[in-house]
Nanobody, 124 residues
Framework: QVQLVESGGGLVQAGGSLRLSCAGS????????LGWFRQAPGKERESVAT????????SYGEFVEGRFTISRDNAKKTMWLQMNSLKPEDTAVYYC?????????????????WGQGTQVTVSS
């Protein structure tokens, strides 16, 4: 079992940066694949980035285009998403998630624990 709490969202102008944090709890945090997902109004939830338990990045969404960086520190039970060069189309609720599956892709269906989400709004 793991609990996840996101923070760091907010309002930023286009071209700006935000750093999202995901604080985890539970003894198994360090062995699970983690991911950042986002969901804009009227759209499906999509994968932003995923990272394995060793800290190796598994995937970035095509829209990231080198602007975001996912990282984690298992000792601190924390994951981050550094977002630079933000665009208005990045506006969404951002969620962190953890997967207990042995082999994980980047589908939201493969992640079984979720945070409550943090709003990111990028103004033009």
């Amino acid at each position: 079992q793991v609990q996840l709490v996101e923070s760091g969202g907010g309002l930023v102008q286009a071209g700006g940066s935000l750093r999202l944090s995901c604080a985890g709890s539970g003894r198994t945090f360090g062995v699970w694949t983690l991911g950042w997902f986002r969901q804009a109004p009227g759209k499906e939830r999509e994968s932003v980035a995923t990272i394995d338990w060793r800290g190796r990045v598994e995937s970035y969404g095509e829209f990231v285009e080198g602007r975001f960086t996912i990282s984690r520190d298992n000792a601190k039970k924390t994951m981050w998403l550094q977002m630079n060069s933000l665009k208005p189309e990045d506006t969404a609720v951002y969620y962190c998630a953890a997967s207990s599956f042995a082999a994980v892709g980047n589908s939201p269906n493969e992640f079984d624990f979720w945070g409550q989400g943090t709003q990111v709004t990028v103004s033009s």
